[in-house]
């Protein structure tokens, strides 16, 4: 049998394939669960990915989940069905992720479908060795001669073992057809609040210190270019020409028309200028100290850092501490501290004026991206400022109470999430174009970007940390299609200035029966889905539409669940073991920052946290969802993990629930991108508190401890082998605190024990049976 003929022969077959044999995941799946009665309902581990039900040839190519996910792993053949069902369908994306594997093709000719542009991918079918059919439109294409060569063979005439089909997510290396300029070179503009407020904080000299880590680490190459802009009521400018002795300061001080002084001279090379570019980081800090200026214009800084980085494109990088005061884009302040804990709706989510959004695309036009430090201990109205970034395909950074003598260890997470910042990987003049298979259709994207087509995103800058998700629809019935599939394509400059294309493609199996659609359905990515549809409702309606909106949608699956797929009718509340986690993480979406209500929430603490649900991917999302609670203290190398030589113990993972805490034990909660809470407990075994913490006993622990001691001992090294493992899985630095019963962060702990009650909100028991309620109606 040929290839080509094999690969029908699945295609044709596999459904029945999948029923007389599924895989122990489908059967897994679609298990019944009663809720109400299993209550240890967590995994021991991270919760996987469903596998698709799809031949082993096709899903060991497919896409990696956390690359390229869908909220339902099998697909329904219709709209109603679809609609039956009441789960949402929806891609998740990670496109732009730092891969330890990433096969990277350069060749004269890319070979795309002729007809809808799809790049050729593993699941395309070859009708011979000249022909191949696209799996998205289903075209008949040529073979190009050059791809008839094997380039890692090293063979002729064999096609289908080319890379570009043996790999789901694969880069291509450009070629001019693809540029409508020449590549742009890396360009970082550096905006900075020097006003009375910021000079305070001390941010200042952690930016400076940190650039100068960091110069030599930037990625570019010898084209890159570097400015600087630092402004109060003012705008200073920066010349570092290169033959001057040292840098030069030129002021604008009519904020009202904003011009550059010296065009010329403010961006200059990197690698030519870099002493002066050293002696003004050195000199900045100390530049501000006496000042006495109050008022931030933060506004001009950004038309001038516009008029600046238009020519080019490139990132712009603002550091803001307060509230803007003067010239365009001031702002007043809109929070109320009486209304934190209101258990009424929250004002204010969407933003007071469209001077941040209308710059943000006037900058995306021309290839510049934004990013936003906020380090503040007041409002700062994040709902309007954020709107800079959002557009613009920047990134947000938020730094609550932020003073490097009073809040240490905010500074220390501030230093290393600028160390990331600086040196990551990054993509300039990006588009991203999401295809799929003909009958299905996109109609809303989530993350930060502008939309400037139905399917196209513009991304001034893509960056390994960023998320996206989009919602579909199934505008043709798929009656005839055994198979679907997804492909998204981020085409992007390097900084090393290589026009690349990054391609993911994912194939997903279409089902008829509703018993299919719910044993594929991917819970995590479903919670992630409907967060960020959350925040969209809670701007554009109201917090308590967004919460219902959340409420409903785990009772509707689980009332369709009921009477579509369940035979026999059983008491208590029943659930597919997939989604046996949903009313549990959607319990834990209506108690987090963004959404809670009666609980006392800054509004730009909760602003910051929609930010996140909207751009974050999944895989750090879910942490801030719903954290992960280990047991520390009777940690052992039983079950561990060995990575380089480093043993790495495994705790199982605990219930967010206060009766699972113990006087005796110490117990470390991940809550993601931000903390790690250690909680010791009050009768804590004396060997943990001296070979972990260093300390005698109880009462001698500190009130503010945020660091473990290198101890000599097998418990420290054990402890902090687990503590750094967790932290190498995401980008960002989570800061340890160390909780006793006396601190005051202990509260933040607690608020994050989402299974038990508050004065405010249900917990887990009362509120599956008010989901039971509404099931059984």
């Known amino acids: 049998m040929t290839f080509s003929c094999l690969k029908f022969f699945f295609y044709s077959f596999f459904p029945a394939f999948c029923r007389s044999s599924p895989t122990k995941s489908i059967l897994v799946?679609?298990?019944?669960?009663?809720?109400?009665?299993?209550?240890?309902?967590?995994?021991?581990?991270?919760?996987?990915?469903?596998?698709?039900?799809?031949?082993?040839d096709l899903q060991k190519l497919n896409c990696s989940p956390e690359v390229f996910c869908s909220t339902l792993t099998s697909i329904p053949q219709t709209q109603a069905l679809l609609n039956k069902a009441k789960l949402p369908l929806g891609l998740l994306l990670h496109p732009f992720k730092d891969l330890s594997q990433l096969p990277v093709v350069m060749s004269s000719s890319i070979v795309r479908c002729r007809s809808c542009r799809t790049y050729i991918n593993p699941f395309v079918s070859f009708l011979d060795q000249r022909r191949w059919k696209c799996n998205l439109c289903y075209r008949v294409n040529d073979v190009p001669e050059?791809?008839?060569?094997?380039?890692?063979?090293?063979?002729?005439?064999?096609?289908?073992?080319?890379?570009?089909?043996?790999?789901?997510?694969?880069?291509?290396?450009?070629?001019?057809?693809y540029m409508l300029r020449p590549p742009q070179p890396a360009v970082y503009l550096f905006v900075l609040d020097v006003s009375h407020n910021a000079v305070e904080t001390g941010y200042l000299d952690v930016v400076c210190q940190s650039l100068l880590e960091s110069l030599n680490s930037l990625p570019g190459d010898t084209r890159t270019k570097i400015g600087f802009i630092t402004f109060d009521s003012m705008i200073h400018f920066y010349n570092l020409q290169e033959g001057l002795s040292q840098p030069q300061m030129l002021i604008v001080s009519d904020i009202e028309e904003i011009f550059l002084p010296t065009p010329d001279s403010l961006l200059v090379n990197l690698n030519e200028c870099k002493e002066l570019v050293r002696d003004l980081l050195k000199s900045l800090p100390q530049m501000f100290t006496k000042t006495m200026e109050t008022h931030s214009a933060l506004g001009p800084a950004l038309q001038a850092s516009f008029k600046l980085m238009s020519p080019t494109g490139g990132r712009v990088s603002v550091f803001q501490t307060q509230l803007p005061s003067l010239g365009v884009g001031a702002l007043n302040s809109r929070e109320d501290p009486n209304q934190r804990a209101s258990a009424k709706d929250v004002?204010?989510?969407?933003?007071?004026?469209?001077?941040?959004?209308?710059?943000?695309?006037?900058?995306?036009?021309?290839?510049?991206?934004?990013?936003?430090?906020?380090?503040?201990?007041?409002?700062?109205?994040?709902a309007t400022l954020g709107c800079v970034s959002r557009y613009s395909a920047g990134s947000i950074y938020f730094y609550p109470s932020y003073h490097s003598q009073h809040n240490p260890a905010q500074t220390e997470r501030f230093q290393k999430d600028l160390k990331r910042y600086l040196t990551r990987k990054i993509g300039f003049e990006a588009v991203m174009r999401i295809r799929c298979t003909k009958g299905l259709s996109i109609h809303t994207f989530h993350g930060n970007f502008f939309v400037r087509s139905t399917d196209l995103l513009s991304l001034p800058n893509i960056n390994p940390d960023a998320g996206f998700a989009v919602q579909m629809s199934i505008e043709e019935n798929l009656v005839d299609m055994q198979v679907v599939s997804f492909q998204a394509a981020l085409l992007y400059t390097s900084s090393k200035g290589e026009r690349?294309?990054?391609?993911?493609?994912?194939?997903?199996?279409?089902v008829n029966s509703m018993s299919d659609i719910f044993a594929g359905a991917d819970v995590q990515a479903i919670t992630g889905l409907l967060a960020s549809m959350a925040v969209d409702r809670s701007v554009t309606a109201s917090l308590s539409d967004a919460r219902d909106a959340m409420t409903n949608a785990a009772i509707d699956s689980l009332i369709s669940y009921r009477t579509s797929v369940l035979t026999i009718q059983q008491p208590g509340l029943l659930a597919p073991a997939c989604l046996r986690l949903f009313p549990l993480y959607i319990l834990a979406l209506l108690k987090q920052k963004a959404f809670r209500t009666g609980t006392s929430t800054r509004l730009d603490d909760r602003v910051f946290a929609m930010c996140q649900l909207k751009y974050q991917p999944l895989m750090y999302?879910?942490?801030?969802?719903?954290?992960?609670?280990?047991?520390?203290?009777?940690?052992?190398?039983?079950?561990?993990?060995?990575?380089?030589d480093c043993t790495i113990p495994q705790p199982g993972m605990l219930q967010l629930s206060v009766e699972k805490?113990?006087?005796?034990?110490?117990?470390?909660?991940?809550?993601?991108?931000?903390?790690?809470?250690?909680?010791?407990?009050?009768?804590c075994n004396p060997t943990f508190l001296k070979q972990v913490l260093g300390v005698q006993n109880y009462a001698t622990l500190p009130l503010n401890m945020n660091r473990l001691p290198e101890l000599d001992t097998a418990e420290s090294t054990r402890t902090r082998a687990f503590i750094s493992w967790l932290r190498e899985q995401r980008p960002f630095y989570p800061l340890l605190h160390i909780v006793r019963d006396e601190s005051p962060l202990k509260a933040s702990f607690m608020q994050n024990m989402i299974e038990d009650r508050t004065e405010s909100a249900l917990s887990y028991y009362e509120f599956l049976l008010h989901v039971q309620q509404q099931v059984s109606k």
């Open 500 to 510: 690349r294309i990054r391609v993911h493609t994912m194939c997903l199996p279409v």
């Open 146 to 177: 050059d791809f008839m060569y094997n380039p890692v063979s090293r063979s002729y005439g064999e096609p289908h073992k080319r890379p570009e089909i043996q790999n789901a997510t694969i880069e291509f290396i450009a070629p001019s057809e």
């Open 621 to 644: 999302l879910m942490l801030m969802i719903h954290p992960s609670l280990y047991r520390l203290d009777n940690l052992t190398d039983e079950g561990s993990l060995n990575i380089n």
């Open 347 to 382: 004002q204010h989510l969407s933003p007071a004026t469209d001077f941040y959004k209308k710059l943000a695309l006037d900058c995306s036009g021309q290839q510049v991206a934004v990013d936003l430090f906020l380090l503040s201990g007041q409002y700062c109205d994040l």
């Open 29 to 56: 799946g679609i298990k019944v669960v009663n809720l109400l009665q299993e209550r240890n309902i967590l995994p021991p581990g991270p919760v996987p990915a469903p596998t698709p039900c799809l031949p082993q």
């Open 661 to 683: 805490l113990n006087s005796e034990g110490a117990f470390l909660m991940d809550t993601g991108s931000v903390s790690m809470y250690l909680w010791v407990g009050r009768n």
